[in-house]
């Protein structure tokens, strides 16, 4: 206690904290906001029937009549009249689905901290004491409930206002303890919206440092706090608070996230190379640093290819111009971008790549393929050819493809390729029943008549003889097949 | 005139009408957009919002950019849903412009009927919000939905649950019970018991592909609020004289829900057993159109007609979804979706979970849609109870030079919500926890299933089992199993007065509200239907849920945006 108090008496002292308060909107029209409420609560006791509020709350709908029945069953179950009024009191929190209620905030997070049974304990007493309130008469509430707000209203009573939307101020919560009571009620409540509301006014009445120690006891507290700064952006104060609590992977990711409000790319690679220092898992740090290497790769490449395709001076530029910027592209996208217009570089160059692929040690697969859409789509059927192409150690060259043939073949054909250049790697695709119907989808003749061949399969080959051009080289080529067969046969 | 925060349109629409609104004197209604307000010959303007930073900051545009001088003025009121939220109007407040409003209220919107058997929250973020962001708001209107239930169908006497957020809900519905004893009510039980599950419980289930009618429309196409939007293609007026030379452009726009017969007889069905009912349905109604023939006297020709508006109505029915069959089996049988289904069922009977998946690299070398790649990476991650740290770091890497550095804040979420993580115990669950509970059938009948596992080819869900077991034999035969998943399991029973205790018949059903807590798939629901009309089954299920999800979707809320905010 003794630290409380001496806290209390160090913020105290300051003058900056400024009082505050929930509602301190227009005087005027809180006022007769409060007056209207009381008047919509009294006809709630009186009778129930038709307001302006209801209209705009379209009671009468499906989903207006269920709360409507609530309410009738509600008052309807309990018999004398005290049960029938603290029903409407009470209960009216609990069955927000009235539309008339005027509000029972919520946002609640509460239980965050799960293994926390203190705040439990807490939440029961609270429990029974209210049950206890609830059975005795209370004729007379009604009008106490509407009369202001300069009562000396306990946290609890403050926060239970709270709950059902009533205008509280909470600057007459002064000392530490009290702020702190008020918190603890507020979370005890598990109406999270009350619970921010709460945090809002501690944020403006506390020092940063007390705040962030109290807290730290409080998870459920804490949660809504940096749910809070997160939402409204307030950066600068998450992170000292992430910082105190030393969550520094938090720290590191949270200001990472931050170069996406950034637009100008040189300040976006200022902020990244920023980043790299932060305290990232290991993994992470490493993608960090290729972010921003490759960002600075993408500007030099960008200002460079600017240059030249203004210049008009490369083909290259010149027959394909270029449909957007390379900046801020994923890695692969620029390892295409590279492949398109850079591919004969030598690996001295940013932009070649092969520069690429060791800068940022891009697996083969992933860089043969990339390699290969980009070739294919430039109609460089020989750089295709190059690429699926493998040498063993004694000088034999071996046909291999990333990712299955069939793919390849797709790939090609998207780009029109040529049937001589299709037919090369159809005839590859080890699986018979695929490379059939690539073959006889792409008409690639020859394939489908030499595996036919190898299949030994008459009837099929008879019957794709209408499939190729009479007198064609195809059709001479079945024919003796089919000759050769029948002597093999017999 | 209102002024519509856009998502809300859809939960709204199932319960009003614009006609109903315009009874009510709603002379326009808008959808909200920052810029000037239209103009419109009105008194009172009526935001109907979120309580939502971003959408704060474009009513105080809206706001703002109000002609002062117009006469006559117009009033701003601002009606959140389904809370009042302080943050919002401290938010309003600092922009100055929360003076403006002279009715700031709330309409609480918590579970929304979508069908007869179905409730839901559409509160799409509920699971993100638990998961990253420990805000459990959701749970706490989850809490209050189920009171209003319960003041309207009687105190649920049995509470059962699994997951840190099904604890989280009984405590504050018994709480909310013992606070406010005007919830005691004289209403007969129609519930006997409440079964709170979390989706943490069961990661894998939403990964998986859904293979029931309803939820391929759903994982193709998207339901929306019970509305689905199709390519028009396949749906062109066949009328001759309408000039049926030109194709609608705009998309087919239907409503699914069990009031159209047809639907509510195969939206459950494995896809694989659509087709059949549909030939058999459409040889009952030419059959019947062919009766006009037989129709001699003057009576028999009165009853057929007496017959032809719900035959007319069967026919467009049928012809419907003849459509959105054979859109869905374009894509079911393309090469893609059969790879694509190998691999997840792969996965999900156990095999080859520990290693890098040649058909994920191909696809990421592929630029195939990230949030396939994602669900295909979890699915795995969950299957295997979190992958070696070399394979995580492989895909991780693949994943982030593909599709770009930033979506490291994404991994990093999934990381967070337990879908995407490396495996620390050194030891995989996933077989035991697949053989207790049955998760996979190698024997799976589609076309007359005899287990739930038909909803996904193969793959009983993991959600609907735990609902099956604690129906019968009840829990206590795998409290190993249930120590295996995440959070407490717990039974609770609130005591009812001696009048309103169930002597049950013998043969009446039990009848089970089952509430997933982050969302529940159409394929579970499904499943659960299936259930219900086992005929030794004993048990009747009611489905409730924060909101109706898909793989995608529910991914794609885990994702970090990662445009700027408009402004």
Not at chain 1, 100 to 118: A, M
Not at chain 2, 238 to 264: F, H, I, M, R, V
């Amino acid at each position: 206690m003794s630290r409380a108090r001496a806290d209390e008496e160090e913020y105290w002292h300051s003058s900056k904290f400024r009082a505050f308060t929930f509602d301190d909107e227009d005087d005027e029209l809180s006022q007769l906001k409060e007056s209207k409420r009381a008047v919509n609560s009294l006809r709630d006791i009186v009778d129930d029937d038709d307001d302006d509020l209801e209209r705009v709350s379209w009671s009468g709908e499906p989903v207006g009549s269920i709360s409507w029945s609530i309410k009738e069953t509600a008052s309807g179950s309990t018999s004398s009249l005290e049960g029938r009024d603290s029903s409407l009191q009470k209960g009216s929190s609990s069955y927000a689905a009235l539309p008339k209620q005027v509000s029972s905030y919520s946002l609640s997070s509460l239980f965050k901290g799960r293994n926390k049974l203190p705040s439990f304990q807490s939440l029961s007493d609270a429990l029974t004491d209210t049950g206890a309130k609830n059975y005795a008469p209370e004729l007379r509430r009604p009008k106490a409930e509407y009369k202001d707000y300069n009562s000396d209203w306990s946290p609890k009573d403050t926060v239970r206002r709270m709950q059902r939307g009533k205008v509280c101020s909470l600057e007459r919560f002064r000392s530490l303890q009290d702020k702190l009571v008020l918190l603890d009620e507020a979370v005890a409540g598990h109406d999270g919206n009350v619970i921010t509301a709460v945090l809002i006014f501690l944020k403006r009445t506390l020092r940063r440092e007390i705040l962030f120690r109290e807290l730290e006891v409080r998870q459920v507290a804490l949660c809504h706090l940096i749910h809070f700064l997160r939402e409204t952006g307030e950066q600068k104060l998450l992170l000292d608070l992430l910082r105190f609590l030393d969550r520094t992977e938090e720290v590191a990711l949270s200001q990472y996230r931050e170069h996406l409000n950034i637009q100008d790319v040189e300040k976006k690679r200022e902020f990244l190379k920023g980043c790299i220092g932060l305290p990232f898992s290991a993994e992470d740090t490493s993608h960090i640093q290729d972010h921003y290497t490759l960002l600075e790769r993408q500007i030099i490449i960008e200002a460079n290819d600017r240059h030249l395709e203004m210049a008009g001076q490369s083909e290259i530029f010149r027959k394909y111009p270029r449909k957007a910027s390379i900046l801020n592209m994923p890695l692969v996208t620029t390892l295409f971008y590279s492949c398109f217009y850079h591919y004969t570089e030598a690996e001295g160059t940013f932009s070649s790549p092969t520069n690429l692929k060791k800068t940022f040690k891009i697996p083969d697969k992933q860089y043969v393929l990339t390699a290969l859409a980009a070739r294919a789509k430039l109609r460089a059927w020989n750089d295709v050819d190059a690429l699926l192409t493998t040498k063993n150690w004694l000088g034999y060259t071996k046909k291999k493809a990333p990712i299955g043939f069939h793919r390849v073949v797709e790939m090609l054909q998207r780009n029109n390729a040529p049937v001589q250049v299709l037919q090369e790697y159809v005839r590859l695709v080890e699986d018979v029943e695929t490379r059939l119907n690539l073959a006889t989808k792409y008409k690639c003749h020859d394939v489908v008549i030499e595996t036919y061949r190898d299949l030994k399969d008459r009837v099929q080959l008879t019957a794709y003889k209408c499939k190729v051009e009479r007198g064609s080289a195809e059709e001479e080529k079945i024919n003796s097949i089919l000759n050769n067969m029948v002597r093999s046969a017999y | 005139a209102i002024v519509w925060d856009e998502y809300l349109t859809g939960p709204f629409g199932l319960i009003a009408q614009y006609s109903l609104l315009k009874e009510h004197e709603v002379e326009k209604m808008f959808t909200l957009k920052p810029g000037r307000l239209p103009p419109a010959d009105v008194k009172n303007i009526i935001f109907f919002v979120r309580p939502k930073l971003e959408l704060m900051d474009i009513i105080t545009d809206n706001v703002l950019r109000e002609d002062r001088g117009r006469s006559p003025q117009r009033d701003f009121h601002i009606l959140f849903v389904p809370r009042r939220s302080l943050l919002c109007e401290q938010w309003l407040k600092e922009q100055g412009v929360l003076g403006s409003f002279i009715h700031r209220e709330q309409y609480s919107l918590d579970l929304i009927p979508f069908d007869g058997d179905l409730l839901s929250m559409e509160s799409e973020s509920a699971f993100k919000e638990c998961y990253l962001e420990s805000d459990q708001t959701s749970l706490y209107h989850a809490a209050k939905g189920l009171m209003t239930l319960q003041a309207l169908y009687g105190t649920i006497p049995q509470i059962f649950g699994k997951g840190d957020c099904a604890r989280h809900v009984a405590n504050m519905m018994i709480r909310m019970k013992r606070e406010f004893p005007g919830s005691q009510n004289s209403i007969f039980p129609v519930f006997d018991t409440l079964l709170l599950l979390d989706r943490n419980v069961d990661l894998l289930t939403p990964l998986a592909t859904q293979l029931t009618y309803e939820g391929l429309i759903d994982e193709i196409y998207g339901i929306q609020n019970t509305y689905v939007k199709l390519p028009p293609e396949k749906f062109a007026p066949k009328k001759q004289g309408e000039g049926g030379k030109d194709l609608p452009t705009e998309p087919k726009k239907l409503q699914l829900n069990s009031a159209e017969e047809l639907y509510a007889e195969i939206r459950d069905k494995n896809f694989n057993a659509v087709g059949s009912v549909l030939s058999k349905k459409a040889k009952i109604i030419s059959a019947a159109f062919e009766e006009r023939h037989h129709a001699k006297t003057v009576g028999e020709i009165k009853q057929f007609v007496s017959q032809l508006p719900h035959m007319q109505a069967a026919r467009s029915s049928l012809a419907n979804h003849t459509s959105i069959a054979e859109l869905i089996k374009d894509i079911t049988t393309s090469e893609d979706f059969f790879d694509n289904l190998t691999v997840e069922q792969e996965f999900m009977s156990g095999i080859d979970t520990d290693k890098v998946n040649n058909y994920i690299e191909d696809c990421i070398a592929q630029k195939h849609p990230l949030i396939k790649i994602l669900r295909l990476v979890c699915l795995q991650s969950v299957c295997n109870s979190g992958l070696k740290q070399k394979v995580l770091d492989h895909y991780k890497r693949e994943i982030l030079q593909t599709y770009g550095y930033e979506h490291i804040l994404t991994l990093n979420n999934l990381e967070k919500a337990g879908l995407l993580k490396p495996q620390t115990s050194g030891r995989n669950n996933y077989p035991t926890i697949r053989k207790t509970l049955r998760l996979w059938m190698d024997d799976v009948n589609e076309q007359n299933p005899n287990d739930i596992s038909y909803v996904y080819s193969g793959y009983a869900p993991l959600s609907v089992r735990l609902a099956q077991l604690l129906a019968r034999p009840g829990w206590r035969s795998i409290e190993e199993v249930l120590k295996m998943l995440p959070g407490p399991h717990f039974e609770e029973r609130q005591q009812l007065p001696t009048g309103l205790q169930k002597k049950r018949q013998h043969g009446e059903n039990r009848v089970t509200l089952v509430f997933f807590l982050g969302g529940v798939t159409y394929a579970e629901i499904a499943a659960l239907r299936f259930l219900s009309q086992m005929e030794d089954g004993g048990t009747e299920y009611v489905i409730a849920t924060t909101k109706l999800i898909n793989g995608t979707t529910w991914i794609k809320s885990l994702m970090e945006k990662l445009e700027p905010a408009p402004f």
